[in-house]
């Protein structure tokens, strides 16, 4: 009798595993320089490069600077996209693309901000996004 209930739980066990590999939308992503990440079964993201012409905390500037962050996204067997994601998002170039795959990526943050008296060492840069499907995140905003 025990046998037959294990039977009987396996496909339900099965199930359960399939939802717990759905990952719910907009999922929000930090990642250190070089590091990936899933964003879903099929879809991978890696933070690969950045500029940052953000004005020094310690430096009083006329404008803010932006930053830029890009992306390397995944999706097998197909090659890989580039996107770039931008602050201040009102800055946004439209030769730049932030989506890829079906996915729209925002970006909140990039951090170290910038030090006049203490360069930042690449290794140390983090970017935080939101990811989500292009209809979820229709529109990216400051901060996102």
């Not at 404008?63 to 998002?89: E, N």
């Not at 943050?109 to 008296?117: C, E, I, S, V």
């Amino acid at each position: 009798m025990r046998y037959i209930s294990l039977l009987a739980a396996g496909p339900m066990l099965a199930l359960c595993n399939v939802c717990a590999q759905v990952t719910p939308m907009p999922l929000e992503v930090t990642l250190r320089l070089q590091d990936s990440t899933v964003i879903t079964q099929d879809v991978s993201v890696r933070f690969v490069g950045y500029s940052d012409d953000r004005c020094p905390s310690d430096v009083l500037c006329f404008t803010a600077g932006h930053a830029t962050v890009l992306l390397q996204v995944t999706a097998p067997p197909g090659p890989s996209r580039y996107v770039a994601i931008r602050w201040p998002v009102a800055e946004l170039n439209s030769q730049l693309s932030n989506t890829a795959f079906g996915f729209r990526f925002c970006f909140i943050a990039l951090d170290p901000h910038p030090h006049a008296k203490h360069p930042v060492n690449p290794a140390s840069y983090t970017v935080r996004f939101k990811v989500a499907t292009e209809r979820a995140l229709a529109g990216c905003k400051d901060g996102a």
